[in-house]
């Protein structure tokens, strides 16, 4: 129990240490950077749980997707820190208040009266060949199946909107058009000319 | 000697002893591997030599073998140039997390039945992820530097590797549903049976769009525009010098390694022989038997035939142009695995002979 409470605590740090320089850091970049730190770290959490398919799906898809999108986009912007920090003062009290609201709220629903480990038992611990992954794969596509296909219907809602947002035809735009390339015949191209030579001057 | 060290390991107390074990086995495995990249840097200086008709490397030691250590050492002693305004830790960082993940990913390989460092159930899963971090080291490396190239090489690389990764984890979805397993020993067990019950004829279209996909991975010739000499000199490592230039070169190499490793084990049966299936009379042969039996050796023989495809493609196609390579990650490779996935899921449903009717 030891080693496991230090490593614990140890990666507990770097969440609570990289969601902090997240939203305290100027640079935008960096700030997604602490992002990916944070991800990985409760990702190392969710290993000590048990419940490894999660944290490595959490590493697969936020970490190595996710994230790159986010570092990706953040980098081509030109963000003006200076006119993002105008007005800091002015609506101070309010998010302030906002934000106390939101620790009450917090509270009240994850507080220790709900949360506590009397309320919600410590993880029965399983041995080596205890798999978690056909565990929640046999929940997923019983129990749950019907919000499962749900929740992809809507993802493919996102990504068919997503992508008509973007497709834009402008009229002038030249395009690559493969299978018609692929269909070129010689003659179409090149004339081939028969003459004698022509007597040199 | 042997007892004084067995003495003092008993002394110990067993976290540390476990400890120690890991770090033996890591270090068994990251040694060799980086003396492989090593000398694919030499044979891929000698194999392009040949097919242009050249010599390659002649001059330090016999035939020239000693050149990756020659390289080596002259890179340690070139100066690390670090660029005005570059962001200097991030700067370090960027080569670490684009080795890292490379070697990283070795601890599941499985080289032989029992070979192997971590037997993990989500094997494959893991293998995924974590090479999916790989690109931080390429798109830090490129935001760092403060210089024009190296951030168009990373846009382009960037793009790339999250483009072909998508059709790559595709065809990992076929491997996984003809296996039943993403265990990597599982999967090379599912296949054992003889050449032909490898996962290569059930699966030729997601083998050749995993392979393709992993030299876009890797960014290896023809997909290699993050790099494009012609057009941004150097592509993200153009500021990097020294040994963090080696660290990258050295994180390339191992990649590759890494996926032909991959490759070899989804789709070729790993250590299996293809001489499996023979009368059992063959593999009691003293010395033949045990080379034509199953073995660590046909996983190495396997892996040098990819990395010599790797060398091959790079002396002989002409670098693909950016658009096109997103139209072929985007809309040849995902419909191409899209179908066939269907289709494979019918014949493990149906139990197709001789591949299926097991699971």
Redesign the interface.
């Known amino acids: 129990m030891g080693t496991e409470k230090i490593i614990f605590y140890i990666f507990a740090f770097i969440v609570v240490f990289g969601a902090t320089m997240v939203i305290s850091v100027r640079n935008p970049v960096k700030a997604a950077l602490y992002l990916v730190l944070t991800f990985f770290a409760s990702a190392a959490i969710w290993l000590l749980l048990e419940a490894e398919f999660l944290a490595i799906v959490l590493v697969l898809v936020y970490v190595g997707a996710v994230m790159v999108l986010f570092v990706f986009v953040v980098m081509m912007l030109d963000i003006n820190v200076a006119r993002l920090k105008e007005g800091f003062i002015r609506y101070l009290p309010l998010g302030i208040g906002v934000a106390v609201l939101m620790a009450v709220m917090m509270i009240m629903v994850v507080g220790p009266e709900y949360f506590g480990l009397d309320k919600i038992a410590a993880p029965e611990r399983h041995g080596a060949d205890y798999n978690n992954i056909r565990e929640i794969g046999g929940i997923l596509y019983t129990v749950y199946v019907y919000p499962f296909e749900i929740a992809a219907v809507i993802l493919l809602v996102a990504i068919v909107a997503a992508i008509v947002l973007t497709l834009r035809r402008r009229p002038n735009t030249r395009q690559q058009r493969p299978e018609e390339q692929i269909a070129v015949k010689r003659g179409e191209r090149v004339r081939m000319v028969k003459m004698s030579a022509e007597e040199r001057k | 000697m042997i007892e004084w060290i067995q003495s003092v390991f008993s002394i110990l107390p067993e ?1 540390l002893q476990t400890l120690v074990v890991i770090l033996l086995k890591i270090v068994a495995i990251v040694l060799p591997l980086m003396l492989c990249v090593a000398y694919l840097t030499y044979a891929e200086r000698k194999i392009i030599g040949a097919m242009q008709v050249r010599l390659g490397p002649t001059r330090v030691g016999p035939r020239g073998l000693l050149q990756p250590i020659a390289d080596a050492v002259k890179l340690m002693f070139k100066e690390i140039v670090i660029p005005a305004g570059a962001n200097k830790l ?1 700067f370090i960082i960027a080569p670490i997390l684009s080795i890292g993940p490379a070697l990283a990913a070795w601890a599941v390989i499985p080289f032989d039945v029992e070979l192997v460092l971590a037997d ?3 094997g494959l ?2 293998v ?3 090479t ?2 790989g ?2 080291g390429v ?2 490396a490129g ?1 760092a530097s403060n210089s024009k190239y190296a ?1 168009l090489g ?2 382009r690389a ?2 790339q590797i ?1 483009s072909y ?1 998508i059709a790559m984890g595709f065809a990992l979805v076929g491997v996984l549903m003809a296996s039943g397993s ?1 265990n990597l020993g599982e999967i090379v067990a599912a296949q054992s049976g003889s050449f032909f019950h490898w996962f290569w004829l059930p699966l030729l279209p997601l083998f050749f769009i995993y392979f393709i996909s992993a030299v876009a991975e890797t960014n290896r010739a023809p997909f290699d525009v993050a790099e494009g000499e012609s057009e941004l000199v150097a592509g993200f490592h153009v500021e990097y010098s020294g040994m963090v230039f080696a660290v990258f070169f050295l994180a390339e190499y191992a990649n590759m390694i890494l996926v032909s490793g991959l490759a070899v084990i989804m789709f070729l049966g790993g250590w299996l022989s293809p001489f499996q299936g023979l009368p059992q009379a063959v593999f009691s042969i003293p010395l033949l038997g045990a080379v034509l039996d199953n073995g660590i050796h046909w996983f190495l023989i396997k892996i040098s035939v990819f990395l010599f495809l790797f060398l091959w493609f790079r002396a002989t196609f002409p670098r693909y142009r950016y ?2 390579i997103m ?1 072929l990650g985007w809309k040849v490779f995902i419909p191409v695995t899209i179908v066939w996935l269907l289709l494979l899921g019918v014949a493990v449903l149906a139990g197709l002979p001789p591949w299926f009717d097991a699971v």
């Open positions: 976290a991030l993990i159930n989500a899963l893991y995924l992820a974590v999916s971090i690109v931080y798109i830090i935001w951030l990373t846009m960037a793009a999250v990764e993403l658009d096109q139209r």
